[in-house]
């Protein structure tokens, strides 16, 4: 079964940045509207980031302007560029299409820890 995995997680100082990405397991398109979403423990998951498969993208307001979706449509790719990141944006970050119609599973995600 095929699955999105996300990578490029880690730990960050407070200020630093990371870059995140998204990708399908296997030989599917994800040429469709696009988010990041993060889940701190004990917290909702939330939707920070999404792309539309035209380049048109949202964000949440505690990460606007700090934080930058992307996708590669050749490299059937979507990334999260995160500067300045804070202590409050640890969390395990994931990936899924906007339309329910598209959602995968949720996957592992990848942990991001801001800390000093």
């Known amino acids: 079964q095929v699955q999105l995995v996300e990578s490029g997680g880690g730990l960050v100082q407070p200020g630093g940045s990371l870059r995140l990405s998204c990708a399908p397991s296997?030989?599917?398109?994800?040429?469709?509207?696009m988010g990041w979403w993060r889940q701190a423990p004990g917290k909702q998951r939330e939707l920070v980031a999404t792309?539309?498969?035209?380049?048109?993208?949202d964000y949440a307001d505690s990460v606007k302007g700090r934080f930058t979706i992307s996708r590669d449509n050749v490299k059937n790719t979507v990334y999260l560029q995160m500067n300045s990141l804070k202590p409050e944006d640890t969390a395990v970050y994931h990936c899924?299409?906007?339309?329910?119609?598209?959602?995968?599973?949720w996957g592992q995600g990848t942990q991001v820890t801001v800390s000093s």
């Open positions: 899924n299409a906007i339309n329910l119609s598209f959602r995968l599973g």
């Open positions: 296997g030989n599917m398109s994800i040429l469709y509207a």
């Open positions: 792309i539309t498969s035209g380049g048109m993208t």
